[in-house]
């Protein structure tokens, strides 16, 4: 992703998930691990399995939403 403008943590719940920065590549293995990057850090991101992963991102953006279906 590029251009995000928030702090983000990256918690896994449960599988294998691995995210990808610039010159590092995280492995998210075991609950609760986790990762932090800060504001304009590019990143992408591959389930290596199966997994549930929670982000929070902040501050908040006003009118921040994706629309339904």
């Known amino acids: 992703m590029r251009g ?3 702090t983000a943590l990256l918690v896994l719940i449960s599988g294998r998930f691995r995210m990808e920065f ?3 590549d995280v492995v998210l293995a ?3 691990d986790y990762v932090v990057w800060g504001r304009g850090v590019d990143h992408s991101w591959e389930a290596e ?4 992963v929670l982000t929070v991102r902040w501050p908040s953006v006003p009118g921040y939403r994706v629309e339904g279906p």
Not at 49 to 52: A, I, N, Y
């Open 30 to 32: 075991e609950q609760g």
């Open 4 to 6: 995000e403008d928030r």
């Open 49 to 52: 399995e199966e997994s549930v």
């Open 22 to 24: 610039p010159g590092r």
